[in-house]
């Protein structure tokens, strides 16, 4: 059974990774989505949070799970003995910094292949933070996240808004 | 009327602003020079000192007001009935992060064309971070920025420098 | 009034072109569709035929019109007394290319100002080669141009591919 | 069974072809190595010398096979039902060009998922282009090439060089 | 006697910086090697460790020295008189940004001429920002950084990562 | 001694690349400009043209010499005892293209270190095709190449512009 990893903070998940997260399941046996919970990022969304939403986005994919890690990526995959990292690129500085953690994976864990898929056109120029850029500011951020989470992700935002510590990123 | 919207931080305008600023200006019938009040962003000037760096710059320009907004720029170019949103473009990374926000500004409101204009060759590479840079630590900014507001921002790097809270970003 | 230019080969005309054009028909007052003639292209379709295909495409736009021109466009503009030539910008090679020419035809012509604006998603990765390609191998080009000049253009390439001299550029 | 494709014109394989075709081996049940034979490319060796190559190169894999075609491989895909395309990404330039396919072929073919997959770091800048460069002026390219088809380059592109009509792409 | 100053945060130095000061000491007479102390960075390593660092690493280039500075460094290159700043090129990203300091440089000071070097391909994608990335999580970095300052980049990082305050830039 | 190499076609010589050979006469001994004789390119001028161009251009610089090559630079800097190879950066394209040839180089003569500079900002987006586009429609090429060549270049685009068979490059 061969079976790839899908990492990614995730904060909030959007119609670009679930049609990378849909992509991948057609091409392996099991994909798990993974929230990781990275030292370098302060979300938005809690990583109980991003799981729920990422079980809502993905219900009826009978070969993905989610799950959570707070470690190397290298480290999750030789633990569940996947064969793939699965990422989506979406423009040049992805791409150099999605390039540069490859290489590293791939030096920490020989079997940490990393594959790239793309979105479709539409979601190609479509990030979390320009989610919470305009849920932030009360836009309508229908055409960027499944309608499921919409209403979480707002009220959220407009809650973070109010704090006088919160930078959005 | 057609009417040009040209937000940004302009913290502080530059001579890049400037030259996209002009030429906004024989494009459109009336440009409004928006400061946009970002989440994202701890600007080392006010609002307000922004503007009025702007309106000294920017004097002589008879079609072209200063305004100020903190919601989305797809709303802002709504409320004033423009057709147009401009940005002057400098390098690759602008590139991918404009491309994100204009084919956002335009699902949020499908008049609001993003239209990008180039500055002269000798501002390519100019920022507002380069020049805040260069004046925290005291160095010759008059290459980068209109002689009208150079004392008022050297002063205030001056002091930020002194701040043990200040980050440079 | 103010007259734009839009400068380019079509060859053949594509769903990115159009949608280009009719921003840019929004934001001048008349919008001239220039085909271009150049040394260093060997043109699948003539100048006449790209012509014909334009103005089908563009019928129905009224302050849009069709011209052909084998000199330099910054003295076209000069000629017919515009302030911008209008430019799609689709990803990264583009942009380079374009910014060059963009900063070469403001030297030769003060008042060519150049004006890029994006095309909608599903067309930013578009082009009139990958449209030849696909029409060379008689495959269906239905998705990237408009369905008036499909059959001209599988016509016209089914016969190139049987000239052992072409070569698809 | 899981089959994916991974066309390209090998002119001539390349330590990083060989690279991506090995990794592509373990992700999927069986990979078809496609020559491509593309209208736009005057190869250096023809298709019947490449599939030579290939086999040379790939011995071994067992799951991996060579082939040729002259359509689309959007169509090729569709022929041997194949769930995935692999190519295998350098750099900037490679990144555009080949998110251009991906769109299209996607287009063409609902079920063409393009995976992109990354060399390893010193193959990361290696192309067919340089290999070809480096052997028509006689220098070593033992560096680029597996070792069983050196003089097989080097014998072709010494007898090109002498060809008058001959330019190196 | 022609002087280069190689400047950088090298927080913490890596087999990349290490590459470079190499090269960089073949094409001067002397190369001072100079830990900048940035208002827009807050450093894993205090100036004093990252110099420890560096004259471990650089043990054995005659001609190479280690300093520290805390002001622009086109201002550095005109006290020590130098002719040249060597900076290491990885990728896209960093060639923008250093592009744009080069071209400030310049004006600030008309001797200070930026040279680029490109670090060997297996160090071509890596950076202290994945040194610490890694190191912070328990990872292996040994193929990374110098072995001599290993124990000392770990200890570090585990102690920063049980700081609640501490933010992995 | 320290050598350095600077290799090009050159074809017609910019103020561009006339602003690297300055640049690196002042930090090298001595600069030999190559006039590469390349496969892959036909060349608007002679070598023997080229030459001449380059020491009407060069003329004052007392450490520069010009000399032609029609091999693998990695080998004329073995000749030569050179130290470094010397480049010229504009825009991604270049960088990407250069990094390739660098690192090739550097495998295939391990001395063979490659210095990119950058030209100022105002020839930043300058190359001799745009030159060779413009001088072909008669346009004005005082801005891009020195005086002294003009008339030249005008001459002898004119000309081409009239052969049946000339495709611009």
Redesign the interface.
């Known amino acids: 059974m061969?079976i790839a990893v899908c990492p990614g903070s995730f904060d909030p998940v959007t119609f670009g990774h679930r049609d990378i997260i849909n992509?991948a399941s057609?091409?392996f046996d099991k994909v798990i989505v993974v929230v990781t919970v990275?030292?370098?990022k302060?979300p938005a969304f809690t990583a109980a949070e991003r799981i729920v939403f990422l079980e809502k986005v993905t219900a009826g994919l009978e070969n993905v799970v989610i799950d959570t890690w707070d470690?190397?990526i290298?480290?999750y995959v030789r633990t569940v003995n996947a064969?793939?990292i699965v990422k989506g690129?979406r423009?040049?500085?992805d791409?150099?910094?999605e390039?540069?953690?490859?290489?590293?994976n791939?030096?920490?864990n020989e079997n940490a292949?990393?594959?790239?898929?793309?979105t479709?056109?539409?979601n190609?120029?479509?990030?979390s933070s320009?989610v919470k850029?305009?849920a932030?500011?009360?836009?309508?951020i229908s055409?960027?996240v499944p309608k499921v989470i919409i209403k979480d992700i707002e009220e959220r935002l407009e809650q973070l808004?109010n704090d006088p510590n919160?930078?959005?990123?």
Chains 1, 2, 3, 4, 5, 6 share one sequence.
């Open positions: 061969r992509r057609t091409l990275n030292l370098n302060k470690g190397l290298s480290e064969c793939a690129l423009a040049v500085s791409f150099e910094y390039f540069q953690m490859a290489l590293a791939k030096l920490l292949e990393t594959v790239f898929l793309t479709s056109s539409e190609m120029y479509l990030s320009v850029h305009i932030a500011y009360g836009g309508d055409a960027f808004r919160f930078v959005l990123k």
